[in-house]
């Protein structure tokens, strides 16, 4: 009995001095220091809060006081019990730094910044969402926090020109970069597909410029509706004028005004982008003057601006002159990427130009027309931002460079070389309209912001990274929270926090589900596991799928119906399967957030353990790989004889292994060490094909940015005829395949278990 107690009051003990497991401050980005201190602070309704603040605060109290009434916590003119104190002073050095103390009965935040002051405001936010303060729980726990960013620009752009986001959802979307310390809004207002920022000089602009029939982006989105409602276009943009069925909208400025001041109170800065002299249909639709030549779509992109009419200089200065109006951000973003030249070249006004000036090609003239646009923007007070294109030209170095395309792995240090302030948004990982998949978080929290090649003098003109969802392909709202969430918070914490913690950050992200539900966003949930795509049996087998969330259910069809909330659940997560089939699930949320994770679609296949071999000539350790060098971006298009031959001791790509473009062929054989079904997982960019014992086990053919592709296949023990062919198709490529036997650990395949036959 005596024993019993001790061990009740041992447990108790451990309870009150653990007090809090580690889900209670599951912070994102997690700060640089953190240390729990003992007890906790209680909110209690009995104990109203005093703020006490100094003075310059105004704006942080009064987004406190709304953080504290969300979890319906009352604040008090006087308590000698709860305080929150928020301090400027310079003794915390940085912009943005921050130092937050939670103890029993009071909490502080100290800061040189009103800045920094918010973010410790935003963590003692996080810390009352983790800990569901004002429903189940009353408090959270002691903590010391010192904390500051690894980068000063940590953005988010959303194209609103190829579809539409109202106002309401632009305020939410600043919301949740607020609360993940993201405090760059980048804006891409203008577009070939709608002018969405009313101009009062242009008002047809808008009028007309803002509105479309449904163009080809809208039919890929309505085909795709058919699986997932998610790409539905969403109805409360489309109108009917005239008969006729029209798709768009914009922002007049005194919304922008106040979408601009709503930022300002959340520390984040607008950046708006009129992205020119390309990327401009909707404008020169409209005006057809600002063109020399036919209007519409060359090769890839849509004809430019001319820059050798005066009067496209006086368009955008007044265009530009209301949108430095409204926006007070330091930058304006240019725009200067895709521009298709050719009007250019056959103009008779750009051809007298160039004689004049003495200008030797077009791209010259696109210079010409960067340095006149940014001198108007400097004019103003401000700074240019434009797409690491312009580097393509002679720009000066005042412009910030904003690099976006991958496959130009050399331009972030050519633009530092040129003393280009940089900041870093490659497509692969950061274009985030690409589709999500396992892979995909851990791309986005390993990116590497500075890249290998930036001397160390130069490292402090890489200002941080952005994340940039292009629309074509997002029609509705919960389609941009699926593509943005979670995705936003490994941004986040690589550019805040900046240090390796992968697994710690996935388990944290585990807490941070359910505040995500709360705040409504229909983020895409947590990849399933435990099962292959291309899956078989030999007799039977059980589909066990690993669910990371609790509380979330597996729905189910074998008919080949998309599942919804309607169809079975995979009850116990598990299915027994004995004959050939094909089966769709996903993980759907039950909270009020539409958030669901992919679907996956998994085929079952009888098949036989195939025999192992032994063959004539002796072996070795290896494997052969054959060098391709070859412009190609599918493995079906290697073709011809190896330019080189190497030995490798894995799946790797060997480092001599170099060209813009190539193919690889990995040849031998692979000795598994005991009879049964093997998982094999390939993650490649751009393709790749897996053959074992001579059968297909996975297509994973490109060209594509990193996609994972599961197969399975039944093998004796022993050797077995191995082949996998890998394409690199350009932009930088990505090869990893591991293997499983059961679960969800995907393994490396041990070196050993690779041969080759000795000739
Ligand atoms: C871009 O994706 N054209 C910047």
């Given at each position: 009995m005596l024993f019993k107690k001790i061990k009740l009051v041992v447990l108790l003990l451990f309870i009150?001095?653990?007090?809090?497991?580690?889900?209670?401050?599951?912070?994102?980005?997690?700060?640089?220091?953190?240390?729990?201190?003992?007890?906790?602070?209680?909110?209690?309704?009995?104990?109203?809060?005093?703020?006490?603040?100094?003075?310059?605060?105004?704006?942080?109290?009064?987004?406190?006081?709304?953080?504290?009434?969300?979890?319906?916590?009352?604040?008090?003119?006087?308590?000698?019990?709860?305080?929150?104190?928020?301090?400027?002073?310079?003794?915390?050095?940085?912009?943005?730094?921050?130092?937050?103390?939670?103890?029993?009965?009071?909490?502080?935040?100290?800061?040189?910044?009103?800045?920094?002051?918010?973010?410790?405001?935003?963590?003692?936010?996080?810390?009352?969402?983790?800990?569901?303060i004002g429903t189940h729980q009353k408090q959270i726990p002691a903590l010391s926090i010192n904390d500051q960013p690894a980068y000063s620009w940590r953005g988010s752009m959303l194209d609103v020109s190829r579809h539409f986001f109202n106002m309401d959802y632009l305020k939410r979307h600043i919301d949740r970069l607020a609360f993940y310390k993201i405090n760059k809004f980048h804006f891409h207002l203008t577009d070939d597909q709608g002018w969405r920022i009313e101009i009062k000089k242009y008002p047809a602009l808008t009028e007309k410029g803002a509105y479309r029939t449904f163009n080809n982006q809208d039919s890929v989105c309505m085909e795709l509706a058919k699986e997932n409602p998610d790409f539905e276009i969403d109805p409360r943009f489309i109108k009917v004028k005239d008969g006729k069925q029209l798709y768009g909208g914009y922002y007049t400025q005194q919304e922008l005004r106040e979408l601009v001041a709503y930022a300002a109170e959340r520390h984040v800065e607008i950046i708006p982008e009129i992205d020119m002299p390309g990327h401009m249909m909707a404008g020169i639709s409209v005006f057809p003057e600002l063109v020399d030549g036919k209007i519409g779509w060359g090769e890839l992109f849509s004809t430019p601006l001319c820059p050798c009419k005066e009067e496209v200089y006086t368009f955008v200065e007044h265009v530009?002159?209301?949108?430095?109006?409204?926006?007070?951000?330091?930058?304006?973003?240019?725009?200067?990427?895709?521009?298709?030249?050719?009007?250019?070249?056959?103009?008779?006004?750009?051809?007298?130009?160039?004689?004049?000036?003495?200008?030797?090609?077009?791209?010259?003239?696109?210079?010409?027309?960067?340095?006149?646009?940014?001198?108007?923007?400097?004019?103003?007070?401000?700074?240019?931002?434009?797409?690491?294109?312009?580097?393509?030209?002679?720009?000066?170095?005042?412009?910030t460079v904003m690099y976006w395309r991958g496959?130009?792995?050399?331009?972030?240090?050519?633009?530092?070389?040129?003393?280009?302030?940089?900041?870093?948004?490659?497509?692969?990982?950061?274009?985030?309209?690409?589709?999500?998949?396992?892979?995909?978080?851990?791309?986005?929290?390993?990116?590497?912001?500075?890249?290998?090649?930036?001397?160390?003098?130069?490292?402090?003109l890489i200002k941080g990274a952005q994340a940039n969802l292009w629309a074509e392909k997002v029609p509705s709202e919960n389609r941009a929270d699926f593509l943005l969430f979670p995705r936003l918070t490994a941004l986040s914490e690589r550019l805040w926090t900046n240090k390796d913690k992968f697994e710690d950050y996935s388990n944290r992200l585990l807490a941070h589900y359910p505040v995500l539900d709360q705040m409504k966003v229909a983020y895409r949930l947590p990849d399933l596991c435990g099962f292959a795509l291309e899956s078989v049996f030999v007799k039977d087998a059980v589909l066990e799928v690993k669910n990371p969330l609790k509380g979330k259910n597996i729905h189910y069809t074998q008919d080949g119906s998309t599942p919804t909330t309607k169809s079975p659940i995979l009850s116990g997560n598990s299915l027994v399967i004995n004959k050939p089939t094909s089966l769709k699930f996903a993980l759907f949320s039950t909270g009020g957030a539409q958030s669901k994770g992919d679907i996956y679609a998994v085929n079952y296949k009888q098949s036989t353990f195939a025999t192992a071999i032994k063959p004539s000539g002796k072996l070795a350790n290896g494997l052969s790989c054959d060098f391709y060098k070859q412009p190609i971006d599918k493995v079906a298009k290697i073709s011809g004889n190896p330019d080189q031959q190497f030995l490798v001791q894995n799946i790797v790509v060997p480092k001599e292994a170099k060209a813009p473009q190539f193919g690889l062929k990995y040849n031998g054989y692979i000795e598994v060490p005991e009879t049964g079904i093997y998982t094999f997982n390939l993650t490649c960019d751009d393709g790749g094909m897996l053959y074992i014992a001579d059968r297909l086990v996975i297509d994973n053919e490109g060209p594509h940015s990193p996609i994972e592709k599961s197969g399975q296949v039944a093998l004796e023990k022993g050797l077995h005829p191995f082949r996998l062919d890998f394409v690199e198709g350009g932009g930088g490529y990505t090869l990893l395949l591991q293997y499983s036997k059961v679960g969800c650990d995907a393994k490396n395949i041990p070196d050993s278990w690779f041969q080759r036959e000795l000739k």
């Amino acid at each position: 009995m005596l024993f019993k107690k001790i061990k009740l009051v041992v447990l108790l003990l451990f309870i009150a001095l653990k007090g809090f497991s580690q889900n209670n401050y599951a912070l994102i980005p997690y700060p640089q220091k953190l240390s729990l201190l003992k007890g906790n602070f209680v909110f209690s309704p009995k104990n109203k809060i005093q703020i006490l603040a100094g003075q310059k605060l105004e704006n942080e109290v009064s987004y406190l006081r709304s953080v504290l009434s969300q979890y319906k916590i009352e604040t008090a003119v006087k308590s000698t019990t709860s305080r929150i104190e928020l301090k400027l002073s310079a003794d915390v050095k940085g912009e943005e730094s921050y130092q937050l103390q939670v103890k029993p009965g009071i909490i502080a935040v100290t800061a040189a910044t009103p800045s920094g002051i918010f973010y410790g405001i935003q963590t003692l936010h996080q810390l009352m969402a983790l800990n569901n303060i004002g429903t189940h729980q009353k408090q959270i726990p002691a903590l010391s926090i010192n904390d500051q960013p690894a980068y000063s620009w940590r953005g988010s752009m959303l194209d609103v020109s190829r579809h539409f986001f109202n106002m309401d959802y632009l305020k939410r979307h600043i919301d949740r970069l607020a609360f993940y310390k993201i405090n760059k809004f980048h804006f891409h207002l203008t577009d070939d597909q709608g002018w969405r920022i009313e101009i009062k000089k242009y008002p047809a602009l808008t009028e007309k410029g803002a509105y479309r029939t449904f163009n080809n982006q809208d039919s890929v989105c309505m085909e795709l509706a058919k699986e997932n409602p998610d790409f539905e276009i969403d109805p409360r943009f489309i109108k009917v004028k005239d008969g006729k069925q029209l798709y768009g909208g914009y922002y007049t400025q005194q919304e922008l005004r106040e979408l601009v001041a709503y930022a300002a109170e959340r520390h984040v800065e607008i950046i708006p982008e009129i992205d020119m002299p390309g990327h401009m249909m909707a404008g020169i639709s409209v005006f057809p003057e600002l063109v020399d030549g036919k209007i519409g779509w060359g090769e890839l992109f849509s004809t430019p601006l001319c820059p050798c009419k005066e009067e496209v200089y006086t368009f955008v200065e007044h265009v530009l002159n209301e949108v430095i109006s409204i926006f007070p951000s330091k930058y304006i973003h240019i725009g200067a990427d895709e521009v298709d030249k050719t009007s250019w070249e056959k103009s008779e006004l750009c051809k007298a130009m160039m004689k004049k000036e003495g200008m030797k090609d077009v791209h010259e003239l696109q210079s010409y027309f960067v340095h006149r646009v940014q001198e108007m923007v400097e004019k103003k007070g401000k700074k240019a931002i434009a797409w690491d294109d312009a580097l393509e030209g002679k720009i000066n170095s005042d412009i910030t460079v904003m690099y976006w395309r991958g496959w130009v792995s050399g331009a972030p240090l050519k633009a530092v070389q040129n003393n280009h302030p940089v900041i870093m948004s490659p497509t692969n990982p950061l274009y985030f309209d690409t589709f999500p998949d396992k892979s995909s978080l851990r791309n986005v929290y390993n990116m590497n912001v500075v890249y290998d090649d930036i001397p160390a003098d130069k490292t402090h003109l890489i200002k941080g990274a952005q994340a940039n969802l292009w629309a074509e392909k997002v029609p509705s709202e919960n389609r941009a929270d699926f593509l943005l969430f979670p995705r936003l918070t490994a941004l986040s914490e690589r550019l805040w926090t900046n240090k390796d913690k992968f697994e710690d950050y996935s388990n944290r992200l585990l807490a941070h589900y359910p505040v995500l539900d709360q705040m409504k966003v229909a983020y895409r949930l947590p990849d399933l596991c435990g099962f292959a795509l291309e899956s078989v049996f030999v007799k039977d087998a059980v589909l066990e799928v690993k669910n990371p969330l609790k509380g979330k259910n597996i729905h189910y069809t074998q008919d080949g119906s998309t599942p919804t909330t309607k169809s079975p659940i995979l009850s116990g997560n598990s299915l027994v399967i004995n004959k050939p089939t094909s089966l769709k699930f996903a993980l759907f949320s039950t909270g009020g957030a539409q958030s669901k994770g992919d679907i996956y679609a998994v085929n079952y296949k009888q098949s036989t353990f195939a025999t192992a071999i032994k063959p004539s000539g002796k072996l070795a350790n290896g494997l052969s790989c054959d060098f391709y060098k070859q412009p190609i971006d599918k493995v079906a298009k290697i073709s011809g004889n190896p330019d080189q031959q190497f030995l490798v001791q894995n799946i790797v790509v060997p480092k001599e292994a170099k060209a813009p473009q190539f193919g690889l062929k990995y040849n031998g054989y692979i000795e598994v060490p005991e009879t049964g079904i093997y998982t094999f997982n390939l993650t490649c960019d751009d393709g790749g094909m897996l053959y074992i014992a001579d059968r297909l086990v996975i297509d994973n053919e490109g060209p594509h940015s990193p996609i994972e592709k599961s197969g399975q296949v039944a093998l004796e023990k022993g050797l077995h005829p191995f082949r996998l062919d890998f394409v690199e198709g350009g932009g930088g490529y990505t090869l990893l395949l591991q293997y499983s036997k059961v679960g969800c650990d995907a393994k490396n395949i041990p070196d050993s278990w690779f041969q080759r036959e000795l000739k």
